[in-house]
């Protein structure tokens, strides 16, 4: 199996000076369009901003290529009032991808605006042939731009229904030719142990021939007082190295996703000192160890 590996960029100079020597290192990078581009306060215009023309630089310095992977797509969105901002985002993502050249893009699972607002995180969705219908049908809107997209398995901190059905509705999802999974490990880690679980038992139900790009990442709990009631959930947060359950995931799925392209390392902006350069330096090597034995 020939599987590249990638790293996320992030839009802060201080993770791009200290990780510049790990870009070398990888297959590709791996881009959040919406870190690319901002409003004009005066014209309401949107346009590249300095972070779309840093990471062309970083690309051309490396000769690496780019994967796109999106924060607000909002899928599962269905208000009408929403679709300008949709066409919008959609217009923005493909004049990225005449500049960048996107291997493939994703979005998470999930509705990021609601109301004409936009929330931090994704919100689940109804797990119904009607939602799965929607965002289906923004998949093939957006292979107009970029051929290859998908969805990733997301952490939500309420569900509409039960986490271990979520394998058929992501099958319903995924039914056309070119539209793929990204498998997030942690996610489903985190998943498991916020709705008490079996992550093996989610794995098993998961069409894993649409995996198209795994990402590892870390987290951590919550901090004491987060919740009213004292519960300690597990966040997904991409501010501290893969957990090594993540990692053993990762031996155990690799092997069956017979049509996988990349796997990503994830970090987040304002999460990385000279410290956190090394665990990165090493995740990376680990990565490449797992894969070769496959």
Known sequence: MTVAVGLTLQPEPAYLELLAPR????????????????????????????????????????????????????????????????REWQEMVAAMQAAFGFRWLTDHLGAS??????????VALPMTEVAARLVRERLLSLQQVVPDVGVENSVFYFLLGDWLDEPRFLAEILSSPHTHLLLDLHNAWTMAQNSGADVDDYLARLDLSRVIEIHLSGGRDSPDGWLPDGRTLRLDSHDDAVPEPVWQLFERVLPRCGNLRGVTLE????TIDEGAVSTVRDELRRMREVMAHV
């Open 23 to 86: 870009f070398a290192e990888v297959d590709y990078l791996e881009v959040t369009p919406e870190t690319a581009w901002r409003r004009d306060v005066s014209t309401g215009a949107i346009e590249p901003n300095g972070f779309w023309r840093e990471y062309l630089r970083i690309g051309a310095a490396h000769d690496k290529p780019f994967v796109a992977h999106a924060v607000h797509g909002s899928f599962g969105t269905a208000a009408a009032s929403d679709r300008p901002r949709q």
């Open 267 to 270: 970090r987040m902006e304002g």
């Open 113 to 122: 605006v609601l109301g004409d607002r936009g929330v931090a995180l994704p």
